[in-house]
């Protein structure tokens, strides 16, 4: 079977859906021996390349929201057909709304939030991700979701048969991991950081929807209690995120590093000493996961899907309890025994997102079709 596979994510600045993708591209040349995977781009990218095909596709000019699903519905078919694929699979939520005769799609669907909260998207946005995710249900063979809360998600808000959507659980890169990094080089990293000994580290998108101004509260109470230790967030502004910027610059005790590239985030990683997450809403959160494989522990709001995910490997509170996000954190830095446990925890409750399972079951649901 040649499967098509829309790899455009793979040539923008990585986020948590590009990384669970090129991991998973990473594993797949050993886990399918059977099928031809053909990789559709704007220009060439290097990932096993005696492996897979990589199509160059037409790269336009627009900008990136406006010229994709131009590329997906008017562009895309074309090249599906001329390779001769029979199945196309997006990471991304995006399949062509016309379906084109036989070739199936499946595609994720990570979260239905524009339908549970409007104010967490601008109106423009929303309404895309609501006409073409519609379109993309409509003419998909398969779905694939990323948690159970988000397929009850999409159950409640669409016409759907239960039986096309299947849970797939997502890994994070086993380059997230304890890298038991020396005294000195931690000491380096954080001297040209300016950080402190003591950091609550933050990943993920400067945004409404991540309770951003949660973390500044909590920032303010720690900071009445203990001014040496630091918040640091790490992630690109989106949504909002301009007026909260405005407002993380006006604490002393709150450092926004902006992105970073991946070798020095898996460092940071393992140099803080808590990592915070009170966020509103969640599909699946690969932020918290990859903090658990780093053995750095978790304190996370217990909402949507989160509480599925972190499970027992976290401490866990509604997204507004300010004073308990508090006593955790200065429980974790003053109890050596209570810290070691819950990091053991997370990294226990981590071995079960194992890429090797994902890519497998993904590659069932492709032979399914």
């Known amino acids: ?6 790899a455009r994510i793979l040539e923008r600045k990585m986020t948590g859906i590009g990384r669970f993708l090129k991991t998973f591209l990473t594993e797949l040349p050993a886990i399918d021996k059977q099928n031809k995977y053909y990789l559709f781009t ?4 290097n990932i096993h390349d005696d492996f897979y095909t990589n199509i160059q596709t037409v790269k336009g000019f627009l900008p990136q929201k406006l010229f994709s699903p131009i590329w997906c519905n008017f562009i895309l078919p074309r090249y599906l057909k001329k390779n001769k694929i029979d199945l196309f699979f997006s990471a991304n939520q ?3 709304l016309i379906k084109i005769k036989n070739i199936k799609y499946i595609f994720v669907l990570h979260d239905v939030i524009y339908k549970v909260d409007k104010t967490f998207h601008p109106f423009v946005y929303r309404k895309y991700l609501q006409f073409f995710t519609y379109f993309s249900i409509k003419s998909s063979d398969l779905i694939i979701t990323v948690s159970e809360y988000s397929k009850q998600d999409i159950l409640k808000y669409y016409k759907v048969k239960e039986n096309k959507i299947k849970v797939i659980y997502q890994a994070v890169d086993e380059e997230f991991k304890i890298l038991n990094l020396a005294d000195d080089e931690k000491k380096e990293i954080k001297k040209r950081l300016n950080l402190p000994e003591h950091i609550i580290l933050y990943v993920g998108v400067i945004e409404n929807r991540k309770n951003i101004t949660g973390i500044l509260r909590i920032a303010d109470e720690v900071y009445k209690k203990d001014k040496d230790i630091k918040f640091v967030l790490i992630g690109k502004i989106g949504y909002g995120g301009e007026k909260l910027f405005e407002k993380i610059q006006t604490r002393e005790n709150v450092v926004y590093l902006g ?5 020095l985030l898996k460092k940071i990683y393992n140099i803080s000493s808590v990592f915070l997450f009170p966020s509103f809403y969640e599909g699946f959160g690969f932020p918290p996961l990859e903090a658990m494989k780093s053995g750095l522990p978790v304190v996370s709001s217990n909402n949507a899907s989160l509480k599925e995910i972190i499970d027992s490997g976290g401490l866990l509170h509604e997204p507004d309890d300010y004073n308990s996000f508090v006593q955790d954190i200065f429980k974790l830095i003053g109890d050596k025994k209570f810290y070691l446990e819950v990091r053991n925890n997370g990294i226990e409750r981590a071995k079960i997102f194992n890429i090797n399972h994902t890519a497998k079951e993904l590659v069932n ?3 399914s079709l």
């Open 259 to 263: 992105n970073v590239e991946d070798q």
């Open 42 to 45: 704007y220009d060439s990218i």
């Open 1 to 6: 079977m040649n499967i098509g596979i829309d």
């Open 365 to 367: 649901a492709f032979n």
């Open 94 to 96: 995006l399949i062509p």
